[in-house]
């Protein structure tokens, strides 16, 4: 649920014709890859990478988490295209806006790459409680 609040932060955040730019951009992108996410860091760190073969049971997690994947997926994007559209906008290269562009995704929506996690959000012991809180941690400090 938390996925549905970063879009209206990052809205709040973004000039309003990049926010279109980017939810234009993102909707293409469902029907035909434009290659913006292999061009991003942050993205290409949170979309994580497929094994190629997967056990039976892995292939039932991942059927579970479709909804949620599918979300995160859409939501990450609207908001580092919409940024990235307004950083060039304002004459940054690509190179920066994009770099800025998952800087500014990162704190609206939780960075999970490695290292850039609390340690209380990998620890098993606390895991039941802490794994959903990345996010409502940031939408409180962001």
């Keep these: 649920m938390t996925n549905l609040i970063a879009p209206v932060q990052a809205l709040a955040k973004t000039n309003k014709v990049a926010f279109t730019k980017g939810t234009v951009d993102t ?8 290659g913006f996410v292999d061009k ?3 993205l290409t760190a949170r979309m994580g990478t497929d094994n190629i073969s997967k056990t039976p049971w892995e292939k039932a997690q991942n059927a579970g988490y479709i ?3 599918g979300m995160d997926y859409f939501t990450s994007n609207l908001i580092v295209r ?3 559209h307004e950083l060039l906008s304002k004459g940054m290269s690509e190179e ?3 770099k800025e562009a998952g800087k500014f995704a ?3 929506m939780g960075d999970r790459t490695k290292g850039a996690n609390a340690q209380l959000f990998n620890s098993k012991l606390f895991n039941v409680v802490g794994q959903f809180q990345l996010e409502v941690n940031n939408q409180l400090y962001s």
């Design 27 to 34: 909707f293409k992108n469902i029907f035909k890859n434009d």
């Design 40 to 42: 991003n860091s942050f």
């Design 67 to 69: 909804f949620m994947k």
């Design 82 to 84: 919409s940024k990235y």
């Design 96 to 98: 920066v806006a994009h």
């Design 106 to 108: 990162s704190r609206i």
